[in-house]
């Protein structure tokens, strides 16, 4: 039974050892605009990717109660996952990409002046 146990331990970790993890680096800038690196405008990732991001938030004028300078959101997925709060500093957090299509990430987090359009495009291909 222990060696059972065992091997279904390490096929397990050998699977996820070989699934393959993006890391995506952006920026929540203190101009209140999300940056991507090399200036993209768009983020594309494939459907099921699992995805890292690693996001550098600068406070931009106005914090949340919580201490929350920005967040990252997708409205119509907040059920999986796509919904974070962001504090000054990196965070790393993971997600698995939608279903494919076209999608806006945006900050709720009343941040200072420029706010209302500090979002971005997310394409999500098969």
């Given at each position: 039974?222990?060696?059972?146990?065992?091997?279904?331990?390490?096929?397990a970790?050998?699977?996820?050892?070989?699934?393959?993890?993006?890391?995506?680096?952006?920026?929540?800038?203190k101009?209140?605009?999300?940056?991507?690196?090399?200036g993209?405008?768009?983020?594309?990732?494939?459907?099921?990717?699992?995805?890292?991001?690693k996001?550098?938030?600068?406070?931009g004028g106005?914090k949340?109660?919580?201490?929350s300078?920005?967040?990252f959101?997708?409205?119509?997925?907040?059920?999986?996952?796509?919904s974070?709060?962001?504090?000054?500093g990196?965070?790393?957090?993971?997600?698995t990409?939608?279903?494919?299509?076209?999608?806006?990430?945006?900050?709720?987090v009343e941040?200072?002046?420029?706010h209302?359009?500090?979002?971005?495009?997310?394409?999500?291909?098969?």
């Amino acid at each position: 039974m222990k060696l059972t146990r065992t091997l279904f331990l390490l096929s397990a970790l050998s699977a996820f050892a070989g699934e393959s993890v993006r890391t995506v680096e952006m920026l929540a800038d203190k101009d209140n605009r999300f940056k991507l690196p090399n200036g993209d405008t768009t983020l594309t990732l494939k459907a099921g990717e699992t995805v890292r991001f690693k996001i550098n938030s600068l406070f931009g004028g106005e914090k949340a109660r919580d201490g929350s300078v920005h967040s990252f959101v997708v409205r119509k997925l907040r059920d999986k996952g796509w919904s974070v709060r962001l504090k000054e500093g990196v965070q790393e957090f993971t997600l698995t990409a939608p279903p494919p299509g076209t999608y806006l990430i945006e900050c709720t987090v009343e941040c200072g002046h420029g706010h209302d359009t500090m979002n971005f495009k997310m394409v999500v291909v098969k």
